[in-house]
């Protein structure tokens, strides 16, 4: 099983700086990886699949970047609505898993 | 546009049974990998299971916790994906969602369904 390691586990910016997540997985794969965004009460909303690319309707600011064992993602300048729980998630084969979550809050 | 609604949830006793639904409309629902994701109260996400479409062979794997408890099943006919779950226990309350990913477009979600097990 692939284990995902998210960091941090909460990172604390301010509105309209970037905010760099990261995602290390124990075994190296290409690009079947996704990042989700999550609010409470709601479910988890799909930003970036294939590493990199985004999802219909993601605004530009949001990008994914890596491969191997390393991934990022990467909000280029902060919304209010950008302050959620980020995970990132692998489906290069099963048992597919998700890193435990970054908490993106208001600095 | 891809749509998936889940239903079937609700409060049950520990050692009981549910069958949850996830009813999809926007995709060729019989050549699509199917998937039950949950997330406890406050915890992360955590996938239960996925079915393959009958085309690949239709087999289901399960993660670890719900092996030999859960059953994912589909019915092509309708459009529909089932999660039959047994010998339920306190630490399966979750929010539960299907998912199915569509090259092109990525992974989609349902809206999820409550299912609290508690005496």
């Known amino acids: 099983e692939i284990v995902m390691t998210q960091s941090p586990a909460t990172l604390s910016v301010s509105p309209g700086e970037r905010a760099t997540l990261s995602c290390r997985a124990s075994q190296s794969f290409s690009s079947t990886l996704a990042w989700y965004q999550q609010k409470p009460g709601q479910a988890p909303r799909l930003l970036i699949y294939g590493a990199s690319t985004r999802a219909t309707g993601i605004p530009a600011r949001f990008s994914g970047s890596g491969s191997g064992t390393e991934f990022t993602l990467t909000i280029s300048s902060l919304q209010s609505e950008d302050f959620a729980v980020y995970y990132c998630?692998?489906?290069?084969?099963?048992?597919?898993?998700f890193g435990q979550g970054t908490k993106l809050e208001v600095k | 546009e891809v749509q998936l609604v889940e239903s079937g949830g609700g409060l049950v006793n520990p050692g009981g049974s549910l069958r949850l639904s996830c009813a999809a409309s926007g995709l060729t629902f019989s050549n699509a990998w199917m998937s039950w994701v949950r997330q406890a109260p406050g915890k992360g996400l955590e996938w239960v299971g996925r079915?393959?479409?009958?085309?690949?062979?239709?087999?289901?794997d399960y993660a670890a916790p719900v092996k030999g408890r859960f059953t994912i099943s589909r019915d092509d006919s309708k459009n529909t994906l089932y999660l039959q779950m047994n010998s339920l226990r306190t630490e399966d309350t979750a929010v539960y969602y299907c998912?199915?990913?569509?090259?092109?477009?990525?992974?989609?979600w349902g809206q999820g369904t409550l299912v609290t097990v508690s005496s």
């Open positions: 998912t199915t990913f569509a090259p092109g477009y990525g992974w989609f």
């Open positions: 079915i393959k479409s009958k085309a690949d062979g239709g087999t289901a």
């Open positions: 998630q692998h489906y290069n084969h099963w048992p597919y898993t």
